[in-house]
T-cell receptor, first 113, second 114 residues
Framework: DAGVTQSPTHLIKTRGQQVTLRCSPI?????VSWYQQVLGQGPQFIFQ???????GRGNFPDRFSARQFPNYSSELNVNALLLGDSALYLC????????????FGPGTRLTVL | SQKIEQNSEALNIQEGKTATLTCNYT??????LQWYRQDPGRGPVFLLL?????KEKRKERLKVTFDTTLKQSLFHITASQPADSATYLC?????????????FGKGTHLIIQP
């Protein structure tokens, strides 16, 4: 079975631009979460979606938004990019909400210049 | 606010020895705690989950303990191998229902030397 997939793998943007990151969960998983990981830190929670509804949101500005589609795939959007948004963006899926282990994708490395 | 501390940024262990990693947390009583492994440039990989009513859990060469009184979890790798070299993250679900996601520590970078 395929694991969690994310696209693109790498992305370079300039300040002020907008970016969309994509995630496909493991087949049968209905919960998708997004995390931001800056170098030397642990992942930081951004959003969780379950059955296409937002179930949780971390301490991130409104420039960050996400959605989940009927096939349970998800997109993370970041507007008005700042240099500090440079990070590894991780998507994780699980069967249900945070009762189960999280299966992480390989991440999207975003560099903002 | 919830704080998770892992024992050190880097831990050097000789091959064949037992590596012990520490995770301490404050201001919360989690129902369970998870450990993940992360290799450079890759996403974390789930290793073990231990619940508040479990004192110890094992999986092959891995062992996790959970002391809710001390607010501490210990993660052990016995008969360590160079392939065990990675960053190990502990994580808590502080809301119990997903509203706050998983809260991760910074991780401990483990180096197993041949």
């Amino acid at each position: 079975d395929a694991g969690v997939t994310q696209s693109p793998t790498h992305l370079i943007k300039t300040r002020g631009q907008q970016v969309t990151l994509r995630c496909s969960p493991i087949s049968g998983h209905k919960s998708v979460s997004w995390y931001q990981q800056v170098l030397g830190q642990g992942p930081q929670f951004i959003f969780q979606y379950y059955e296409k509804e937002e179930r949780g949101r971390g301490n991130f500005p409104d420039r960050f938004s996400a959605r989940q589609f009927p096939n349970y795939s998800s997109e993370l959007n970041v507007n008005a990019l700042l240099l500090g948004d440079s990070a590894l963006y991780l998507c994780a899926s699980s069967l249900a909400v945070f009762y189960n282990e999280q299966f992480f994708g390989p991440g999207t490395r975003l560099t903002v210049l | 606010s919830q704080k998770i501390e892992q024992n050190s940024e880097a831990l050097n262990i000789q091959e064949g020895k037992t590596a012990t990693l520490t995770c301490n947390y404050t201001n919360y009583s989690p129902a369970y705690l998870q450990w993940y492994r992360q290799d450079p440039g890759r996403g974390p990989v789930f290793l073990l989950l231990i619940r508040e009513n479990e004192k110890e859990k094992r999986k092959e060469r891995l062992k996790v303990t959970f002391d809710t009184t001390l607010k501490q979890s210990l993660f052990h790798i016995t008969a360590s191998q160079p392939a065990d070299s990675a960053t190990y993250l502990c994580a808590l679900d502080i809301s119990g229902g997903g509203a706050d996601g998983l809260t991760f520590g910074k991780g401990t970078h483990l180096i197993i030397q041949p």
